[in-house]
């Protein structure tokens, strides 16, 4: 066993003592000595407790401070109980207790009770009642900045600022400091009623005390009150000042203003960080010294002695200053020496990247208005619910070498699509069915090119009430961004993505992805399948039903078209639902039986796939005669939709999809027994 392990185990068999020791002191009575150096042991244990928390850079540095309230106020609580025992029986409790109560207490049960009540007041109604009120406000804060905050990493996330890893360590910190706010909340209560209980206790162990030396040891009133008051307050005082020190951790943490600062540090300089301040009070209190009759010497002595300090902290300041004025220049000069060039960092190439001209840069700047990173973040959002991908990050950059209405969108830095919009303009586009016309500049909508018109903001409410579709420039842009993603989301999936979607089904289905990989599918491969996927627009959302038919059918073949094709067929409901409505009738065109066998007879297979070896000049009539028929269905206002077998279904798609990439191929076996289709056409050449 290592030294790491062993110290662990010390300090677990320690707490575990420490708290064994508390319960065992309700039940057996314990010797004067014992429990003197358990009393000295608890106010230690409440000095360190008091000034960790005063020099925690982070309240997270003192997360289980709610527990530690716990243990420590039922081991004092065991601590009174054995000194109440102590006392009631052999009129003795320690060399602590007493002198607690001759010294502190001078000795005296009207003095002792003053200090002990005045403690108890500043604890209760001081102490505890303001850091009770702190300690909820604080959580209540909390958690109503939680979803801000979250919505600033998603930019910070999203603009690059940080990494995946920053940004799950800020949202854990933020779940860490509600969780710890929240707790506190209600820890406060164990200070509060510590401090009750101590004065409750202290009440019965001073009558209980002078009715056990008077009617059991045969003392008279006078002695008894003599003997039993001054154990009683030095229990008292002596399980107080720990309490007290406990109270004032409490107040330390709930209160600190900086939760990443040195907390003496920052409290010193900013009581006596300012010059002119310390002038001012210098010459008040001196003034105060020689113009009235309070002590001249010591508020002169006292006055002269801020100004000085004064005086000192102005020339710290402005050495400062000097020196940062004169080291900066040489400094930045010497860091550019030293820093070696970092190329590495240009290799780098971001998946998305949306890039554009400074007249739109108001769109992207939150502090103009701008919500364009706010819908970055709902596109990744609506697509994760979409497809059942993980979108990378969305690179968002001004580039003054484009025109300023102008941006474009980059696949893996190659530039994939642009656009063009008016800034304080809308764009109206119309259904179909407005026959009405409206004046502006003619253009087309970037992501589908339909025509359009550019209005002004005054023309907004009249187009809209022709029925004209009228949308703002964000808008466009996220649409036109969600329709590239779309179409791209399949090369972006990487092998890390999937080894993320496994590591997340593996938590509630480990025989599942045991069975699977590695034993029969690499990572790869899985990868292959889910493109193939995405790439028909198929959502990868219920990777359980993927992974049982993968690991169907993975046995008998390692083809990941032909297990693509598998896993369709298992995921019809799905499919059915994104293109047909139940109790509707669907128009889908056919595939000619001859054309179907013509394509599985010019399959060859390679170890690397398959492909087909149709003569081009047969495959030129296909594609034309696919085309009548998607032309067809067009002008109806219907989609494209081309029914064929499962066996030809791929093949045929893969033929199709460089010149009809809106093309939708479906197999019969793809399709819900309750869907009614109609076919309207054949596909025949």
């Given at each position: 066993?290592?030294?790491?392990?062993?110290?662990?185990?010390?300090?677990?068999?320690?707490?575990?003592?420490?708290?064994?020791?508390?319960?065992?002191?309700?039940?057996?009575?314990?010797?004067?000595?014992?429990?003197?150096?358990?009393?000295?042991?608890?106010?230690?244990?409440?000095?360190?407790?008091?000034?960790?928390?005063?020099?925690a850079t982070d309240v997270l540095e003192m997360s289980f401070f709610p527990t530690i309230l716990l243990f420590t106020t039922i081991f004092r609580i065991a601590l009174n109980v054995s000194s109440t025992r102590l006392i009631l029986t052999e009129g003795s409790a320690g060399e602590v207790i007493t002198v607690f109560g001759t010294f502190v207490g001078g000795g005296d049960l009207i003095v002792g009770a003053i200090v002990y009540v005045i403690l108890i007041i500043v604890q209760l109604m001081v102490i505890n009642k303001g850091s009770e009120r702190v300690a909820e406000v604080s959580a209540r804060f909390t958690l109503d900045a939680m979803p801000g905050k979250q919505m600033a990493i998603d930019a910070d996330l999203n603009t690059g600022a940080i990494t995946d890893a920053e940004a799950k360590a800020r949202r854990d910190k933020i779940q860490e400091e509600a969780s710890f706010f929240g707790a506190m909340d209600g820890a406060t209560k164990y200070v509060k009623g510590d401090a009750t209980a101590g004065l409750i206790i202290t009440a019965t162990n001073l009558i209980g005390g002078i009715a056990?030396?008077?009617?059991?040891?045969?003392?008279?009133?006078?002695?008894?009150?003599?003997?039993?008051?001054?154990?009683?307050?030095?229990?008292?005082?002596?399980?107080?000042?720990?309490?007290?020190?406990?109270?004032?951790?409490?107040?330390?943490?709930?209160?600190?203003?900086?939760?990443?600062?040195?907390?003496?540090?920052?409290?010193?300089?900013?009581?006596?960080?300012?010059?002119?301040?310390?002038?001012?009070?210098?010459?008040?209190?001196?003034?105060?010294?020689?113009?009235?009759?309070?002590?001249?010497?010591?508020?002169?002595?006292?006055?002269?002695?801020?100004?000085?300090?004064?005086?000192?902290?102005?020339?710290?300041?402005?050495?400062?200053?000097?020196?940062?004025?004169?080291?900066?220049?040489?400094?930045?000069?010497?860091?550019?020496?030293?820093?070696?060039?970092?190329?590495?960092?240009?290799?780098?190439?971001?998946?998305?990247?949306?890039?554009?001209?400074?007249?739109?840069?108001?769109?992207?700047?939150?502090?103009?208005?701008?919500?364009?990173?706010?819908?970055?973040?709902?596109?990744?959002?609506?697509?994760?619910?979409?497809?059942?991908?993980?979108?990378?990050?969305?690179?968002?950059?001004?580039?003054?070498?484009?025109?300023?209405?102008?941006?474009?969108?980059?696949?893996?830095?190659?530039?994939?699509?642009?656009?063009?919009?008016?800034?304080?303009?809308?764009?109206?586009?119309?259904?179909?069915?407005?026959?009405?016309?409206?004046?502006?500049?003619?253009?087309?909508?970037?992501?589908?090119?339909?025509?359009?018109?550019?209005?002004?903001?005054?023309?907004?409410?009249?187009?809209?009430?022709?029925?004209?579709?009228?949308?703002?420039?964000?808008?466009?842009?996220?649409?036109?961004?969600?329709?590239?993603?779309?179409?791209?989301?399949?090369?972006?999936?990487?092998?890390?993505?999937?080894?993320?979607?496994?590591?997340?089904?593996?938590?509630?289905?480990?025989?599942?992805?045991?069975?699977?990989?590695?034993?029969?599918?690499?990572?790869?491969?899985?990868?292959?399948?889910?493109?193939?996927?995405?790439?028909?627009?198929?959502?990868?959302?219920?990777?359980?039903?993927?992974?049982?038919?993968?690991?169907?059918?993975?046995?008998?073949?390692?083809?990941?078209?032909?297990?693509?094709?598998?896993?369709?067929?298992?995921?019809?409901?799905?499919?059915?639902?994104?293109?047909?409505?139940?109790?509707?009738?669907?128009?889908?065109?056919?595939?000619?039986?001859?054309?179907?066998?013509?394509?599985?007879?010019?399959?060859?297979?390679?170890?690397?796939?398959?492909?087909?070896?149709?003569?081009?000049?047969?495959?030129?009539?296909?594609?034309?005669?696919?085309?009548?028929?998607?032309?067809?269905?067009?002008?109806?206002?219907?989609?494209?939709?081309?029914?064929?077998?499962?066996?030809?279904?791929?093949?045929?798609?893969?033929?199709?999809?460089?010149?009809?990439?809106?093309?939708?191929?479906?197999?019969?076996?793809?399709?819900?027994?309750?869907?009614?289709?109609?076919?309207?056409?054949?596909?025949?050449?």
């Amino acid at each position: 066993m290592d030294k790491k392990k062993i110290i662990n185990r010390v300090y677990d068999y320690g707490l575990a003592l420490y708290i064994v020791a508390a319960i065992v002191m309700l039940i057996i009575p314990l010797k004067d000595w014992i429990l003197d150096i358990l009393l000295a042991f608890d106010m230690s244990l409440s000095f360190v407790i008091m000034f960790t928390a005063m020099f925690a850079t982070d309240v997270l540095e003192m997360s289980f401070f709610p527990t530690i309230l716990l243990f420590t106020t039922i081991f004092r609580i065991a601590l009174n109980v054995s000194s109440t025992r102590l006392i009631l029986t052999e009129g003795s409790a320690g060399e602590v207790i007493t002198v607690f109560g001759t010294f502190v207490g001078g000795g005296d049960l009207i003095v002792g009770a003053i200090v002990y009540v005045i403690l108890i007041i500043v604890q209760l109604m001081v102490i505890n009642k303001g850091s009770e009120r702190v300690a909820e406000v604080s959580a209540r804060f909390t958690l109503d900045a939680m979803p801000g905050k979250q919505m600033a990493i998603d930019a910070d996330l999203n603009t690059g600022a940080i990494t995946d890893a920053e940004a799950k360590a800020r949202r854990d910190k933020i779940q860490e400091e509600a969780s710890f706010f929240g707790a506190m909340d209600g820890a406060t209560k164990y200070v509060k009623g510590d401090a009750t209980a101590g004065l409750i206790i202290t009440a019965t162990n001073l009558i209980g005390g002078i009715a056990m030396g008077v009617l059991r040891k045969g003392m008279d009133v006078n002695t008894a009150i003599n003997t039993y008051s001054i154990l009683t307050m030095g229990d008292g005082l002596v399980s107080s000042i720990p309490s007290l020190m406990i109270s004032m951790s409490t107040g330390i943490l709930v209160t600190k203003g900086s939760k990443e600062a040195d907390f003496g540090h920052l409290l010193i300089k900013q009581l006596f960080g300012m010059p002119k301040t310390l002038y001012l009070v210098g010459g008040v209190v001196a003034g105060l010294g020689i113009l009235s009759p309070l002590p001249t010497v010591l508020y002169v002595t006292f006055g002269a002695a801020f100004i000085l300090m004064g005086r000192i902290t102005s020339q710290t300041i402005e050495e400062v200053s000097t020196e940062a004025e004169v080291a900066a220049p040489e400094e930045q000069q010497a860091e550019e020496i030293r820093q070696p060039e970092n190329v590495t960092s240009l290799l780098q190439v971001d998946p998305i990247e949306l890039e554009f001209g400074y007249g739109i840069i108001p769109l992207a700047d939150v502090n103009q208005g701008g919500d364009l990173l706010d819908r970055v973040v709902m596109i990744r959002r609506q697509v994760a619910l979409e497809l059942g991908t993980v979108v990378p990050i969305i690179r968002l950059r001004d580039n003054i070498q484009l025109n300023p209405n102008q941006y474009i969108i980059k696949i893996k830095g190659i530039q994939v699509s642009d656009g063009e919009i008016l800034f304080d303009h809308y764009m109206a586009m119309n259904p179909g069915h407005v026959e009405d016309e409206i004046t502006g500049i003619p253009t087309f909508e970037p992501s589908f090119h339909l025509p359009a018109i550019w209005i002004t903001e005054s023309q907004r409410e009249r187009a809209e009430s022709l029925g004209y579709t009228v949308v703002d420039p964000p808008s466009i842009i996220a649409t036109h961004l969600t329709e590239i993603i779309r179409e791209h989301i399949s090369e972006l999936m990487t092998r890390q993505d999937v080894q993320n979607l496994v590591d997340n089904l593996k938590e509630n289905h480990p025989a599942l992805v045991d069975e699977l990989v590695p034993k029969l599918m690499s990572l790869g491969e899985i990868e292959k399948v889910l493109q193939n996927l995405l790439k028909e627009g198929v959502s990868i959302r219920d990777l359980v039903t993927i992974f049982e038919t993968l690991a169907d059918f993975a046995p008998s073949t390692r083809d990941p078209d032909i297990l693509t094709e598998y896993v369709r067929q298992s995921l019809k409901r799905a499919i059915s639902s994104k293109y047909f409505m139940p109790g509707e009738t669907t128009s889908v065109v056919t595939l000619d039986p001859k054309i179907e066998q013509e394509i599985m007879s010019s399959v060859k297979q390679t170890e690397t796939g398959a492909y087909l070896t149709l003569d081009p000049a047969r495959t030129k009539a296909i594609l034309n005669a696919v085309g009548e028929q998607v032309r067809k269905l067009e002008d109806a206002g219907r989609l494209a939709i081309i029914m064929a077998s499962p066996i030809v279904r791929m093949y045929f798609k893969k033929m199709t999809e460089d010149y009809y990439k809106d093309l939708i191929v479906i197999s019969y076996n793809e399709v819900e027994p309750n869907i009614e289709l109609q076919s309207v056409g054949m596909v025949t050449a």
